[in-house]
């Protein structure tokens, strides 16, 4: 069973920045798929990011040039750059990971969120 714990968010002006983590622990053979997610007050959840395990990487349009996705195996870490925060990024963000167990089972696990609030 795979856990993944957030870290980053907070308040911040705009324009400013911030970087969320999110650590998976716990029983599995790999991390294939990591990615963040958001969900706007009144919005549905939407993709803002994801790489592969290889290193390939896809951003939605609304955060291409302003946000890098980025992470460590070793760490079985994903991170989440964002620069030039507009008051739209507000959010909560959740991680999103794909992994694989010991047994060759693929499970989908998502992080409890953390909230991203930028200010004007």
């Known amino acids: 069973q795979v856990h993944l714990v957030e870290s980053g968010g907070g308040l911040v002006q705009a324009g400013g920045s911030l970087r969320l983590s999110c650590a998976a622990s716990?029983?599995?053979?790999?991390?294939?798929?990591m990615g963040w997610y958001r969900q706007a007050p009144g919005k549905q959840r939407e993709s803002v990011a994801v790489?592969?395990?290889?290193?390939?990487?896809n951003y939605a349009d609304s955060v291409k040039g302003r946000f890098t996705i980025s992470r460590d195996n070793a760490k079985n870490t994903v991170y989440l750059q964002m620069n030039n925060l507009k008051r739209e990024d507000t959010a909560v963000y959740y991680c999103?990971?794909?992994?694989?167990?010991?047994?060759?089972?693929?499970?989908?696990?998502w992080g409890q969120g953390t909230l991203v609030t930028v200010s004007s």
């Open positions: 790489i592969k395990r290889g290193g390939l990487t």
């Open positions: 999103h990971v794909y992994d694989e167990s010991p047994s060759q089972e693929y499970h989908e696990i």
């Open positions: 716990g029983t599995f053979l790999r991390l294939n798929d």
